[in-house]
């Protein structure tokens, strides 16, 4: 699976948009961009993927670049208790086994 | 609340102790997992088990030992265990293992102490 790069940490105001980036530049054809997030002590959530497109929940947007080489994530409006540890993966389809490899993400703090 | 569910949330033990940590999911899915997160470092997958057969052990220690009775259901039976396997322990499980738009859903995870 294709390494990503991530920045260790960012700050956001609460109710402002929070735009977490992610270099993903050896990503091949085939390999979805997943985030997941992880809150202190706590298990890591799913927030989206996407494979080329643009894609869109009810917890973030996803925009991935034409050239697919890095993404960004879009809290659209941040709150406390989006404060956590965000990570960007990237994996490939297929197989027999579905592997998520984390790295160290980036925290985001929401400050009030 | 995302549908796995781990017991105890908490566990200390000494390193002559036998303990198992249980994980259960109420989602249907096929494909449980097991990942280790020490501090510091990032979630390391220690076991995949797909339809009740493990698929993958990530070159784990033997005293970690899992069991898989059936797909609703994860173990991780611990033995012998060492002061550097306090971690976090989390299970995860998606619907069958394979599919490459598949989510894994994490539970709560158990934070373990060896003294």
């Known amino acids: 699976d294709a390494k990503t790069t991530q920045p260790t940490s960012m700050d956001c105001a609460e109710g402002r948009a929070a735009n977490l980036p992610c270099n993903h530049s050896?990503?091949?054809?085939?390999?979805?961009v997943y985030w997941y997030r992880q809150i202190h002590s706590q298990g890591p959530q799913y927030i989206i993927h996407?494979?080329?497109n643009n894609e869109t929940n009810e917890m973030a947007s996803l925009i991935i670049t034409e050239d697919r080489k890095s993404s960004t994530l879009i809290l659209p409006h941040a709150t406390l208790r989006d404060t956590a540890v965000y990570y960007c993966?990237?994996?490939?389809?297929?197989?027999?086994?579905?592997?998520?490899?984390f790295g160290k993400g980036t925290l985001l703090t929401v400050n009030p | 609340e995302t549908g796995v569910t781990q017991t105890p949330r908490h566990l200390v033990m000494g390193m002559t102790n036998k303990k198992s940590l249980k994980c259960e999911q109420h989602?249907?899915?096929?494909?449980m997992y097991w990942y280790k997160q020490s501090a510091k470092k990032p979630l390391e997958l220690m076991f995949v088990?797909?339809?009740?057969?493990?698929?993958e052990n990530n070159s784990v220690p033997s005293r970690f030992s899992p069991e898989c009775p059936n797909s609703s259901h994860l173990f991780l039976h611990l033995h012998t265990l060492q002061p550097e396997d306090s971690a976090l322990y989390l299970c995860?499980?998606?619907?069958?293992?394979?599919?490459?738009?598949?989510?894994?859903?994490f539970g709560p995870g158990t934070r373990l102490l060896v003294l």
């Open positions: 989602l249907g899915h096929n494909a």
């Open positions: 995860a499980s998606s619907l069958e293992g394979g599919a490459s738009t598949e989510t894994q859903y």
């Open positions: 996407g494979l080329k």
């Open positions: 050896t990503i091949s054809g085939n390999e979805y």
């Open positions: 088990y797909n339809f009740k057969e493990q698929t």
């Open positions: 993966i990237v994996r490939s389809g297929g197989g027999s086994n579905y592997k998520l490899t």
